[in-house]
């Protein structure tokens, strides 16, 4: 059983259409991480959150985590076929111990 | 050169044989992990260590042993590799004060 549900497993888009990645859990964490991850490499930290309710921007990514500290949403705008790769959450308990998702494998097609 | 290296990148094994698989890196954290990625679940913890005399079982231990050997080196073994340990398999590293992971490239492990 996964700590932590992603949903949907896969999304195939056209560039331009936004999406939303959801990742949750019956637990609480200290901080969640959201990380990408590209075909024959490692995962690659995009942002990590802390505080109930937080929300941050890179570019055209917002990550929130929500008020409870149990959930997190990825949204991507404009989505281009750089984005496409694996999206994996994390959550961190307060002994740096991190549990992930199954993932998110989105395609984005030109 | 990357600051957390995997070794072998790639490797094909019989049933019954064992194996390490080395991790090592430059970035003077703590801590390290390994962790084994399957399609469809994600990645799940194996062994982690806090510190070179700190070991600890993961999620899915069975099977695997670890050596935190210095600080900057950590190796996982399978003592008799079997077919369903077929599997990409990252090392991981983190800072106590920090909460971000940074990984390894992989290795692809395959038991025939």
């Known amino acids: 059983t996964q700590l932590l549900e992603q949903s949907p497993q896969f999304l195939s888009i056209q560039e331009g259409e936004n999406l939303t990645v959801y990742c949750n859990s019956s637990s609480v964490f200290s901080s969640l991480q959201w990380y990408r991850q590209e075909p024959g490499e490692g995962p690659v930290l995009l942002v990590t959150?802390?505080?109930?309710?937080e929300v941050k921007k890179l570019k055209r990514l917002t990550f929130q985590f929500g008020d409870a500290r149990k959930d997190s949403s990825l949204h991507i705008t404009a989505a281009q076929p750089g984005d496409t790769g694996l999206y994996l959450c994390a959550g961190a308990n307060n002994f740096n111990k991190f549990y992930f998702g199954s993932g998110t494998k989105l395609n984005v097609k030109p | 050169d990357a600051d957390v290296t995997q070794t072998p990148r790639n490797r094909i094994t019989k049933t019954g044989k064992r194996i390490m698989l080395e991790c090592s890196q430059t970035k003077g954290h703590d801590r390290m992990y390994w962790y084994r990625q399957d399609p469809g679940l994600g990645l799940r913890l194996i062994y982690y260590s806090f510190d070179v005399k700190d070991i600890n079982k993961g999620e899915i231990s069975d099977g695997y042993s670890v050596s935190r050997q210095a600080q900057a080196k950590f190796s996982l073994s399978l003592e008799s590799a079997i077919p369903n340990q077929t599997a990409l398999y990252f090392c991981?590293?983190?800072?106590?004060?920090?909460?971000?992971?940074?990984f390894g490239q992989g290795t692809r492990l395959t038991v025939v």
């Open positions: 991981a590293t983190s800072d106590h004060r920090d909460t971000e992971a940074f």
């Open positions: 959150v802390v505080t109930g309710g």
